[in-house]
C-alpha cells in the first residue's frame, strides 16, 4: 500500500513540476504526437547568457504542426529572443531548426524570429523564474 501511495504521489509531483515548466502564453499543439519530441529538444537550447532553456524562458511563441505527409510533418517555429540586440541571433534559429529536424516523423523545419509581442519577463515559466530568482 505504501509504494502505491508513494508511486501516486510521485506522478502528482511530476504533473505539478510539468505544468510549472510550461510558459504563460506559448501556443502549442499539446495533443500532437510529435509535440513531445519537439518540447524536449527545445528545453536543450540555451541562451548562452541566462541559465534556463529557450522553451521555459518563454522564447518560443508558436509551434505548429502541419498535417502528416508520406509519414512526416513539417513544423514552424516563430519565437523571440530576449533583446533585438542578443549576441546570437543570427545563430539561435539555426540552433531550433537543427534540434528539430532530426527528430523522427518531422519533415522540414522552418523558424522564424518574431518581435510581437516583445519579449519580457512575465512570458517565462515559473520554473524559469525560480532559476533566476525573479519572483512576480
Same mark, same amino acid.
Given at each position: 500500500?505504501?509504494?502505491?501511495?508513494? $508511486?501516486?504521489?510521485? %506522478?502528482?509531483?511530476?504533473?505539478?513540476?510539468?505544468?510549472?515548466?510550461?510558459? *504563460?502564453? @506559448? =501556443?502549442?499543439?499539446?495533443?500532437? *504526437?510529435?509535440?513531445? $519530441? &519537439?518540447?524536449?529538444?527545445? $528545453? /536543450?537550447?540555451?541562451?548562452? =547568457? &541566462?541559465?534556463?532553456?529557450?522553451?521555459? !524562458?518563454?522564447?518560443?511563441?508558436?509551434?505548429?504542426?502541419?498535417?502528416?505527409?508520406?509519414?512526416?510533418?513539417? #513544423? %514552424?517555429?516563430?519565437?523571440?529572443?530576449?533583446?533585438?540586440?542578443?549576441? @546570437?541571433?543570427?545563430?539561435?534559429?539555426?540552433?531550433?531548426?537543427?534540434? &528539430? !529536424?532530426?527528430?523522427?516523423? #518531422?519533415?522540414?523545419?522552418?523558424?522564424?524570429?518574431?518581435?510581437?509581442?516583445?519579449?519580457?519577463?512575465?512570458?517565462?515559466? /515559473?520554473?524559469? $523564474?525560480?532559476?533566476?530568482?525573479?519572483?512576480?
Amino acid at each position: 500500500m505504501t509504494t502505491d501511495l508513494s $508511486k501516486l504521489e510521485q %506522478k502528482q509531483v511530476e504533473e505539478n513540476y510539468d505544468h510549472l515548466t510550461q510558459p *504563460p502564453h @506559448v =501556443e502549442v499543439p499539446r495533443d500532437h *504526437p510529435l509535440w513531445p $519530441k &519537439i518540447e524536449s529538444v527545445l $528545453k /536543450e537550447i540555451y541562451d548562452p =547568457e &541566462i541559465p534556463v532553456n529557450i522553451y521555459e !524562458l518563454g522564447l518560443i511563441y508558436k509551434v505548429s504542426i502541419a498535417p502528416e505527409e508520406q509519414g512526416v510533418s513539417d #513544423v %514552424k517555429v516563430d519565437m523571440s529572443l530576449t533583446s533585438p540586440a542578443c549576441p @546570437v541571433a543570427q545563430d539561435m534559429p539555426g540552433w531550433v531548426q537543427g534540434a &528539430i !529536424l532530426p527528430l523522427e516523423g #518531422v519533415g522540414g523545419v522552418e523558424v522564424e524570429i518574431v518581435w510581437e509581442p516583445q519579449w519580457n519577463p512575465s512570458m517565462m515559466a /515559473e520554473t524559469a $523564474k525560480m532559476q533566476l530568482n525573479m519572483f512576480m
